[in-house]
């Protein structure tokens, strides 16, 4: 079965801290994986792909596929990073549906 | 670029009455849109898959005779939701695909309708 799971609901680090939010995955095919972000009272944005290999406000996320994980990480966390971030996948390069993981709100505390 | 809106924003509607949510992609053409229901705190889950055209495809348990799409242009799809029930209160959210040479099916996400079923 397709499923993307973020085993954290909620995570609150300090202001500088390093942040790491989970994601482990299972597809049968070829993944495309991703973060989205949802900032206060904003629509839903891409973040960053795993196929961009890029890195997006400090956040880097690299794909494990041993580990069929796509942990997002930043090394040092600012106040503006507050928000809900999702995890997701589809089938690589195609126009198919997105699977969403259940979401991760990070609080950053001054 | 690649700016998607729904109207209307925020609708509160009469149990058993029947509403109209639209989606538009407002500088691109979409040849495929998602519509997604969002409860309070939780996942996006996907309701639907609409291509221009053609017939939407209904994820499993989302009944398409109560959450009628319809994709009659590559700009616009509409998801009417039949005799409403407080039950059906949530946030609506479509996403519009763009797909370009680099086959990148980048998708955009509109801003949501927030439905209240009385």
């Known amino acids: 079965a397709q499923r993307v799971t973020q085993p954290e609901k909620l995570l609150s680090v300090f202001k500088g801290a390093p942040v790491e939010l989970k994601c482990n995955y299972s597809?049968?095919?070829?993944?495309?994986l991703f973060w989205y972000v949802q900032y206060s009272r904003q629509r839903l944005q891409l973040l960053l792909r795993?196929?961009s290999r890029e890195s997006i406000k400090g956040f880097t996320a690299d794909l494990n596929k041993g580990e069929t994980s796509f942990h997002l990480k930043k090394p040092f966390a600012q106040e503006e990073d507050s928000a809900m971030y999702y995890c997701a996948l589809r089938e690589y390069s195609s126009a198919s549906k997105i699977i969403f993981g259940s979401g991760t709100r990070l609080s950053i505390r001054p | 670029g690649a700016v998607v809106s729904q109207h209307p924003s925020w609708v509160i509607c009469k149990s058993g009455t029947s509403v109209k949510i639209e989606c538009r992609s407002l500088?691109?053409?979409?040849?495929?849109m998602f519509w997604y229901r969002q409860f309070p705190k939780q996942s996006l889950m996907l309701m639907a898959t609409?291509?221009?055209?053609?017939?939407?495809?209904?994820e499993q348990g989302v009944e398409k005779d109560k959450f009628l799409i319809n994709h009659a242009s590559l700009t616009l799809s509409t998801l009417t939701v039949t005799s409403a029930h407080p039950e059906d209160s949530s946030f609506y959210i479509c996403s519009a695909s763009l797909g370009n040479a680099a086959l990148v099916y980048e998708q955009y996400f509109g801003p949501g309708t927030r439905l209240t079923v009385t």
């Open positions: 500088d691109f053409q979409a040849t495929t």
């Open positions: 597809y049968s095919g070829s993944p495309e």
């Open positions: 609409s291509n221009e055209g053609s017939k939407a495809t209904y």
């Open positions: 795993h196929i």
